[in-house]
């Protein structure tokens, strides 16, 4: 067991490095919104401070968790044939789980190790750029609540890795024998059914329609100053459901209302049909930033103007923000090794560079639009309603838009290079034409 180990790792080095370093950040980040919780317990404000700054930093800590978990699953994900080769040479369950505890289990204890110490030094920068505001917390009782969510991840992970042996042992052939895509239900789990292209889907437009208009206006009536703090949270709540339906369902509708019409321009149908792939995976991490990110701004809302307040939130948002970006990278890495056959089988029935370059181009344009302007837009109305209150400074703003904008930027320009360097490597490339391979 331990020397098929150690010959995974030197096979896979890099990643297992770069999964390391993530989890030391995400450990390191946990630790000081952890920090962040028990240095405000001590501390003496009214309930209204009270309750917005203990809860923003517990929302930073839970989604570190997360993403923790996520990337495992993701990880796990890409080592089915070898968890496979494991059941095939007669590996029994408590060894299977031997083997992922070896695995994993280092790797997350010596990241916490480090997280410890990561943390505590941005505990410094706070405190170096905060001045005006010190935050004294127990080393000891934050090592307890650290302690306690290494718990839960370690166990979460464990979970999730019984969950794929069930899942390899009960589909093993599948997964030694070829990689099937999944093509007959593509569609299957979309709220707008394409199962009949002779008809029109006019419930699903109609509702669609409705969702459509009841956003814009409740995002609209979010920034009437006449409305109550529970009118406003209601149009929020409304604005909030019709953003996710947005991002997620707008292109099976599209496919819905132009599929006719999508059949005689191609470049388009393979550039929804790739960004549907796309959201596949990548949709929990979008929504993460369309979802919580004003949902923490939209706490501020009844907070009494604080300069703790934005001592608080803007590193938090900062934190919460580089973690998405990290996790959001390490997903579309192993996502571009999923999408290597279907490039490459583009190219094989007669698509040039030029066609697979604006194929790719497009699909890039809409995760812009839907993925990254639309959750903008509503993130800004959000923080132009919190600067009316007056609880946060323009100043603090406008850096909280600034860091939004160079982060996604990031993104961006690491889906262009990284997509350019995968088609360049697998055009006329047969090994990934073979779905064997």
């Not at 509708?253 to 990548?282: E, G, R, S, W």
């Not at 999923?338 to 497009?362: C, M, P, R, W």
Request: glycine share 2%; with cysteine; net charge positive.
């Amino acid at each position: 067991m331990l020397s098929f180990i150690q010959r995974v790792f030197k096979n896979q080095k890099k990643t297992y490095f770069l999964l390391l370093g993530i989890f030391i950040i995400l450990s390191s980040f946990e630790f000081s919104f952890l920090a962040i919780y028990d240095a405000f317990v001590r501390l003496d404000f009214s309930w209204e401070i009270r309750s917005t700054i203990h809860l923003i930093p517990v929302i930073g800590a839970a989604i570190a968790l997360l993403l923790n978990v996520f990337i495992t699953k993701y990880f796990m994900e890409n080592k089915k044939q070898e968890f496979s080769i494991l059941l095939l040479a007669g590996t029994k369950t408590k060894d299977l789980f031997y083997y992922l505890s070896i695995q994993f289990g280092f790797i997350i204890l010596l990241s916490a190790i480090i997280g410890v110490f990561g943390g505590m030094e941005i505990m410094h920068l706070i405190h170096y750029y905060q001045s005006h505001l010190i935050l004294q917390y127990s080393f000891t009782q934050t090592i307890f609540y650290y302690f306690c969510f290494l718990i839960i991840t370690y166990v979460l992970i464990l979970a999730i890795g019984s969950n794929q042996f069930i899942s390899l042992d009960l589909n093993l052939a599948k997964y030694l024998s070829s990689h099937q895509l999944d093509l007959k239900t593509s569609q299957k789990n979309s709220f707008f059914s394409i199962d009949n292209q002779t008809k029109k889907p006019f419930l699903s437009i109609v509702l669609s329609l409705f969702i459509l208009v009841f956003t814009f206006y409740s995002m609209k009536e979010i920034l009437n100053q006449n409305n109550s703090i529970t009118i406003l949270l209601f149009y929020y709540s409304f604005a909030l459901i019709g953003l996710i339906l947005i991002i997620t369902k707008t292109i099976p509708l599209l496919y819905d209302l132009f599929h006719h019409q999508l059949l005689k321009h191609p470049i388009c149908l393979n550039a929804l049909a790739l960004f549907q792939d796309f959201t596949k995976v990548m949709s929990s991490l979008i929504l993460l930033v369309a979802c919580i990110i004003p949902t923490i701004f939209m706490l501020l809302l009844n907070v009494p103007s604080s300069f703790v307040i934005e001592t608080v939130t803007v590193p938090c948002f900062i934190m919460i923000m580089i973690m998405i970006v990290l996790c959001f990278i390490l997903r579309f890495t192993l996502y571009l090794k999923e999408q290597q056959t279907s490039i490459a089988t583009i190219h094989a029935v007669g698509y040039d560079s030029k066609k697979l370059n604006n194929i790719v181009f497009l699909k890039n344009l809409i995760f812009f639009i839907l993925g990254i302007l639309i959750p903008l837009a509503f993130i800004l109305e959000i923080l132009y309603l919190v600067s009316q209150n007056g609880v946060i400074s323009q100043s603090a703003i406008v850096f909280v838009m600034i860091v939004y904008i160079a982060l996604y930027t990031l993104i961006v320009v690491y889906m262009f290079i990284q997509e350019k360097i995968m088609q360049r490597k697998v055009i006329n490339n047969v090994k990934y034409l073979n779905r064997g391979e």
